[in-house]
């Protein structure tokens, strides 16, 4: 599915301060999307662009400037009119997740647009209406203002979700101990504490299964078995000394 997030074009229609271009690219850039489409930005290139972009300049330099929405959403298979509430006689109305679904759904056939209109109106009702789809973040219904990258980082997160699910990135694991290892610590605790006097040996009650337990939701790997099978190590040789 990773391959499907190349395929979602970003397309801010007439931009206004560079800077939201800027951080709109660092948005993308995060969630793995590499196309950005503008329609008439008042000024692009600029420096602030570059600056709020956070070295995101490769979604900046590849950004295409057309002179149209129709020119914007050529060659799409869905677009996605990103809006804070519906218009008469406009397409369906979904949230930003399903939104978000849907326009992965359809990248296995082509392109899709998430379109996202001026930084103070939003879109033009006839920009609308070119869409197929209408898209919402749910927010505070009294306060539903969001500055235009921060929008799109909220639609840029759940389309990065919906392609390749939420979860954690895979990370190097330790050596997980075995059921041996686990068996000698336990053991190897035992008779250290039964030699401190930390318990009575001949009645344990519920103290070793309660330990046994706290050592288990630890959920130990082999180094960290060893530290611990160390540090009883010293224990043993101090009390002797």
Do not use: W
Request: net charge neutral.
């Amino acid at each position: 599915m990773s391959d499907r997030l190349a395929r979602v074009r970003i397309v801010l229609s007439h931009p206004t301060h560079p800077g939201n271009i800027g951080a709109t690219a660092r948005a993308m850039k995060t969630m793995g999307l590499t196309q950005l489409v503008l329609v008439n930005p008042k000024r692009f290139p600029d420096p602030q662009a570059d600056a709020l972009s956070s070295n995101a300049l490769d979604v900046l330099g590849a950004a295409k400037v057309v002179g149209s929405l129709d020119e914007a959403l050529a060659g799409t298979v869905l677009a996605v009119a990103t809006v804070s509430h519906t218009y008469e006689m406009a397409p369906e109305l979904v949230t930003c997740r399903e939104a978000a679904a849907r326009a992965v759904h359809d990248a296995a056939s082509g392109d899709v647009a998430l379109v996202f209109g001026t930084e103070a109106n939003g879109l033009a009702v006839d920009e609308v209406l070119k869409c197929s789809l209408l898209a919402h973040i749910p927010s505070n219904p009294d306060y539903t203002s969001l500055n235009l990258a921060q929008a799109v980082q909220v639609f840029a997160y759940e389309i990065r979700i919906a392609a390749l699910g939420d979860r954690v990135p895979d990370v190097d694991r330790a050596a997980l101990p075995t059921f041996d290892d686990m068996q000698h610590l336990h053991a190897h605790l035992e008779e250290v504490l039964a030699g401190i006097g930390f318990f009575d040996p001949e009645n344990p009650k519920k103290l070793l299964p309660r330990l046994r337990r706290l050592i288990a939701k630890a959920r130990l790997d082999q180094e960290e078995v060893r530290i611990l099978r160390g540090l009883l190590n010293s224990v043993t040789r101090v009390r002797k000394s």
